[in-house]
């Protein structure tokens, strides 16, 4: 491979994307029907099934009404709110 014209950092470079390139051909390689190929890791079905069954059983909760906390950032959102539907309750009485 010639390295000339191709600027200081291409044998670097070279030997970053060769271990890539390792392992995109090894994940090519392999042929298991009992993985799901996701956008960054591998998850078996196994695994699929058992998050589904601890979603299931899952206690149901209430929706969030307002956002929590006490940093100062989460308390001016949360007095920005509190205006906002006191606003809104006015507005709707009268």
Same mark, same amino acid.
Do not use: H, Y
């Given at each position: ?5 191709? +600027? =200081? ?9 060769? =271990? ?12 298991? =029907? ?25 206690? =149901? ?7 929590? +906390? ?12 509190? +205006?906002?539907?006191? +606003? ?7």
């Amino acid at each position: 491979m010639s390295v000339a014209g191709r +600027g =200081p950092c291409a044998p670097l470079q070279d030997d970053l994307e060769q =271990p890539l390139r390792a392992l995109k051909a090894v994940a090519a390689a392999s042929a298991n =029907p009992f993985l799901v190929k996701a956008m960054s890791s591998t998850r078996s079905l196994r695994n699929v099934e058992t998050r589904k069954k601890k979603a299931k059983r899952a206690i =149901p909760r209430t929706t969030k009404t307002r956002i929590q +906390g006490n940093t100062a950032a989460a308390r001016k959102r949360l007095k920005k709110l509190s +205006g906002l539907r006191r +606003g809104a309750k006015t507005a709707a009485k009268g």
